[in-house]
């Protein structure tokens, strides 16, 4: 019995097999050697690594020149060869080929034709671990080189971001290191992943797309994988779950370590069938079978969920039953809305629905798409692409094969999956820089704050203090001496004019509930409107500045208030001065001469002294209260000018301590609201 195919694939048990490769001349003018299979057989590995060729092999006649195959190492070799290694510690995994075979096997006990033949029998072995695939000869002239990358092979191009998007990476790792400081690492968590990832898919290759296919249990997403290869890598089968580990196959060389980034190992890699029209048009495609994500399996939905973070594209693939399941929808769909650039949503096992069905289930799935917030790619627009078909029939894989196809020809879905991963990332963060008013303080609760601070250092009372001290010292330069002389007795006992009297401790409890009432209220006023951890930093910030505050205050209120002594005299002060000694010289001089005429001493006249003598009992008087009436005016302007300084000082106080961090906290909000503008693509209006 001839055993025929055009592929040569792994079929271990639970598909646990080894990284295979193709069996192909080094160049397209090269020929393969057949294999052949007796009937009933199967070629296993042993712990040698090299199947047995069956006995009377012939090489065909005109082969012209045959080519090596490179044999598995023994056990304990090559870490290349991982079936021969597996096979040596006792796991059964064997690979095993159908090959078209268009002559009848000669008989077991026909000799080899020479020596030459023997060793090229000897030479038909495995290779190192890659599906093989061997062909008869009138495939040979088909079958195209596969591309092997040796040691000086170069490596494929590492992916280029255009410059919008670099610009949007560059803003979002300035606003994460912005931010550090200000909100917890749980917030920032998926912006650093989406930076680490966007990083490490850079470096890699930018000629290969990964596609996960992704889909419920029973949803058929391993045949439609098997549709697409053209032949059975992932196992199908009534057994719920299926696919027990994803199984990543692709169409060209370069893509390790694309793979080795979805923590995929060797035994779990394949390659497609040979087909020269399908390796042309996938081209850099890397699919991967994912495990189902409702799987009844723990370990199956965290694999799903993991690799989901970091393929470059996702083919949801539902059945009519089941495309409106809530989990797929809710945990999946919808949440990925923004991805629907890099999303195909399959319905499989079209061949279920009779008639219309297939049509009505279709438009029934868009319209969920569309409640889901996913945009679908239809009439030109960018979108999610939705389609119909049916994997175990065929129909419309060859539809899917063409738009996925040009979906990877494009080398664009790495960038459009970390610009959707942007997108996503600064939807979460929105909370928390995002606001509907414009982050600054404000002149009039600035002239607030320092209004507080005044009135608790009690700069008002300091100035009609000084007033009255001012004026006190008018009076007593410009007052009569019998009067200043009384005066000085009544106040011997006060304290020295211009001295601040000390505030009891009522007083100075008061000051201080004024000053915390004042950084409470402008912390207030600064935060209003800002994201929950910004306004939480500003208060913070004005109460580290509000700790001593009130004890700088009264140190303040002690240097700035009135100056030791007396304050100063203005111009006209000693003219009314000698005025006033005038008025008194007068008194004294009508005194004298009326004693002098009781005496006896002087010739009587009481006309002239008598005049003299009210002239200064009278004008000594008026000159005072000319002097107060003078004072009014420059006694207002001192005690204004001691309020003023008082003033000043408590606001460069209040402003050193608290304006200042809480301004510096408003910048930094500011700065960072800026760059999420940029993120978001806003600029710095974003509100």
């Given at each position: 019995m001839d055993h025929t195919s055009d592929y040569t694939g792994d079929h271990a048990d639970g598909f646990e097999t080894g990284l295979t490769a193709a069996d192909s001349a080094p160049d397209a003018g090269r020929e393969s050697v057949r294999a052949r299979v007796p009937d009933g057989?199967?070629?296993?590995?042993?712990?040698?690594?090299?199947?047995?060729?069956?006995?009377?092999?012939?090489?065909?006649?005109?082969?012209?020149k045959a080519t090596e195959r490179p044999r598995v190492p023994e056990a304990g070799g090559s870490p290349q060869a991982p079936e021969a290694a597996e096979a040596a510690a006792g796991t059964e995994?064997?690979?095993?080929?159908?090959?078209?075979?268009?002559?009848r096997e000669p008989a077991e006990d026909t000799p080899p034709a020479d020596d030459d033949q023997a060793a090229a029998d000897d030479d038909d072995v495995w290779d190192d671990g890659l599906i093989a695939r061997r062909v008869t000869e009138t495939a040979k002239a088909a079958?195209?080189?596969?591309?092997?990358?040796?040691?000086?092979?170069?490596?494929?191009?590492?992916?280029a971001y255009d410059g919008p998007l670099r610009s949007r990476l560059d803003a979002l790792r300035e606003l994460v290191g912005?931010?550090?400081?200000?909100?917890?690492?749980?917030?920032?968590?998926?912006?650093?992943?989406?930076?680490?990832?966007a990083a490490n898919r850079r470096r890699l290759s930018g000629q290969h797309t990964v596609v996960a296919l992704a889909g419920a249990t029973g949803s058929g997403k391993s045949q439609l994988?098997?549709?697409?290869?053209?032949?059975?890598?992932?196992?199908?089968?009534?057994?719920?779950?299926?696919?027990?580990?994803?199984?990543?196959?692709?169409?060209?060389?370069?893509?390790?370590?694309?793979?080795?980034?979805?923590?995929?190992?060797?035994?779990?890699?394949?390659?497609?069938?040979?087909?020269?029209?399908?390796?042309?048009?996938?081209?850099?495609l890397i699919l991967i079978d994912l495990p189902d994500h409702d799987s009844a399996a723990v370990q199956h939905r965290e694999q799903v969920d993991r690799i989901l973070k970091l393929v470059d594209a996702v083919i949801w693939v539902v059945d009519p039953e089941k495309y409106a399941d809530a989990v797929l929808h809710e945990r999946y769909l919808r949440p990925m809305a923004g991805h629907a650039e890099v999303m195909f949503i399959v319905l499989n096992q079209t061949d279920r629905l009779p008639g219309e069905a297939r049509d009505q289930v279709l438009d029934d799935l868009r319209r969920l798409l569309d409640d889901d917030g996913i945009a679908l790619g239809e009439y030109g627009d960018p979108g999610a692409t939705v389609l119909a078909l049916s994997a175990l029939t065929g129909d419309g894989v060859g539809e899917l094969r063409d738009v996925l196809g040009q979906f990877v020809s494009?080398?664009?879905?790495?960038?459009?999956?970390?610009?959707?991963?942007?997108?996503?990332?600064?939807?979460?963060?929105?909370?928390?820089?995002?606001?509907?008013?414009?982050?600054?303080?404000?002149?009039?609760?600035?002239?607030?704050?320092?209004?507080?601070?005044?009135?608790?250092?009690g700069a008002t009372a300091a100035g009609e203090a000084a007033e009255r001290a001012w004026r006190r010292n008018a009076n007593r330069a410009c007052g009569t001496p019998w009067l200043r002389l009384w005066r000085w007795y009544q106040k011997r006992g006060e304290p020295p004019t211009g001295r601040l009297r000390k505030a009891q401790p009522e007083e100075e409890a008061t000051a201080r509930q004024r000053v915390e009432q004042a950084v409470r209220t402008v912390s207030e006023r600064a935060s209003a409107g800002l994201p929950a951890p910004w306004a939480q930093a500003?208060?913070?910030?004005?109460?580290?500045g509000s700790q001593g505050l009130s004890e700088a205050l009264d140190e303040l209120a002690a240097r700035a208030g009135l100056p030791p002594g007396r304050p100063p005299r203005p111009g006209w002060w000693p003219v009314?001065?000698?005025?006033?000694?005038?008025?008194?010289?007068?008194?004294?001089?009508?005194g004298l001469w009326l004693v002098g005429q009781i005496a006896g001493v002087m010739a009587p006249n009481l006309g002239v002294p008598v005049l003299l003598m009210i002239a200064g009992i009278v004008g000594g008087p008026l000159v005072e209260w000319g002097c107060r009436i003078a004072a009014r005016g420059p006694a207002r302007r001192y005690g204004l000018e001691a309020e003023r300084r008082l003033r000043e000082a408590a606001a460069g106080c209040g402003r050193a301590r608290v304006l200042d961090p809480v301004a510096a906290e408003l910048l930094r909000y500011q700065e960072v609201r800026e760059q999420y503008g940029r993120v978001t693509r806003v600029g710095a209006g974003v509100r």
């Open positions: 057989d199967q070629h296993r590995d042993g712990a040698e690594g090299a199947p047995k060729e069956p006995k009377g092999t012939k090489a065909p006649a005109d082969t012209g995994n064997v690979p095993h080929a159908r090959v078209r075979d268009q002559q079958v195209p080189v596969l591309e092997t990358r040796g040691p000086g092979a170069p490596a494929p191009a590492p992916l912005l931010s550090r400081t200000r909100l917890d690492s749980n917030t920032l968590a998926e912006a650093g992943r989406v930076l680490d990832e994988f098997n549709a697409l290869a053209g032949v059975a890598i992932s196992e199908t089968g009534v057994r719920r779950p299926t696919t027990a580990a994803p199984i990543a196959c692709s169409w060209s060389d370069g893509s390790a370590a694309l793979i080795d980034r979805l923590g995929i190992p060797g035994r779990l890699r394949r390659r497609p069938v040979h087909n020269p029209e399908a390796d042309a048009q996938l081209r850099g494009e080398r664009g879905a790495a960038a459009r999956r970390v610009a959707a991963d942007l997108d996503a990332a600064a939807a979460r963060l929105r909370p928390v820089y995002a606001t509907g008013r414009r982050a600054e303080l404000s002149e009039e609760a600035r002239d607030e704050f320092a209004a507080r601070l005044a009135d608790a250092v500003v208060r913070e910030a004005a109460v580290r009314a001065v000698l005025a006033q000694a005038a008025m008194t010289l007068l008194q004294v001089l009508g």
